[in-house]
């Protein structure tokens, strides 16, 4: 029954910015890392933004002066903030989940997390 939702996809123009949300539910969220994927048409997905169990988080080179990844664990949400957006962002955003007791970094590889969303759509338009 475990089951992670994104929301908040759409289309933005370049330069805007828009908040991505993730929820999960039959899991407990705070013993879980956090990640965004993204899949552009003919591309691999690829890591985006992670966050940890304690906060620590990373970001591919791409995003890191523009997209901040953040949690409430209390609210079990899981959030990527995208200022500055550009066409070249435009992709389905994935929220993924990693169970793990504890971490020293953050993993960034699709196998490394099990719980998957169904993505929500970015549409950056020039």
């Known amino acids: 029954q475990i089951q992670v939702v994104e929301s908040g996809g759409g289309v933005v123009q370049a330069g805007g910015s828009l908040r991505l949300s993730c929820t999960a539910s039959g899991l407990t969220f705070g013993a879980y890392s956090w990640a965004w994927f993204r899949q552009a048409p003919g591309t691999e997905r690829q890591f985006v933004a992670g966050?940890?169990?304690?906060?620590?988080?990373d970001y591919t080179d791409s995003v890191k002066d523009r997209f901040t990844i953040s949690r409430d664990n209390a609210k079990s949400m899981v959030y990527l903030q995208m200022n500055t957006v550009a066409p070249e962002d435009t992709a389905v955003y994935y929220c993924?989940?990693?169970?793990?007791?504890?971490?020293?970094?953050?993993?960034?590889?699709?196998?490394?997390?099990?719980?998957w969303g169904q993505g929500t759509q970015v549409i950056v338009s020039s």
């Open positions: 993924a989940g990693r169970h793990q007791l504890s971490s020293v970094v953050v993993a960034k590889g699709r196998r490394d997390y099990g719980d």
């Open positions: 966050i940890n169990k304690v906060g620590r988080t």
